[in-house]
């Protein structure tokens, strides 16, 4: 059963950190572009940050300099460290897989609150 499983979430001061982790079971980890979007109350779902399997990555403006994304193919694990946390920040945050050159081959976690409010 393919399952992506999103922890690390919760309620962060402003300047704060936190560290999103999405671990994946029933796909073959290391073929996928691996992606962190999220959605804030009554916006558009938006990308965050993407890494491929080649490790390559990209950020949105947004976050840049703030966030990092990562993975680590041998524990099926992408991590997001999210530091300097501000209040539009806040939002649920979904891991998304995508493989990546059979792209029918999609798939969506749960999804996770962060709030950053003081």
């Known amino acids: 059963q393919i399952q992506l499983v999103e922890s690390g979430g919760g309620l962060v001061q402003p300047g704060g950190s936190l560290k999103l982790s999405c671990v994946t079971y029933?796909?073959?980890?290391?073929?996928?572009?691996l992606t962190w979007y999220r959605r804030a109350p009554g916006k558009k779902r938006e990308l965050v940050a993407a890494?491929?399997?080649?490790?390559?990555?990209k950020y949105a403006d947004s976050v840049k300099g703030r966030f990092t994304i990562s993975r680590d193919d041998a524990a099926n694990t992408m991590t997001l460290q999210m530091n300097n946390l501000r209040p539009e920040d806040t939002a649920v945050y979904y891991c998304?897989?995508?493989?990546?050159?059979?792209?029918?081959?999609?798939?969506w976690g749960d999804g996770i609150q962060v709030t950053v409010s003081s």
């Open positions: 029933g796909i073959p980890f290391s073929a996928y572009t």
């Open positions: 890494i491929e399997s080649g490790f390559a990555t």
């Open positions: 998304y897989a995508k493989h990546e050159w059979q792209s029918n081959r999609e798939h």
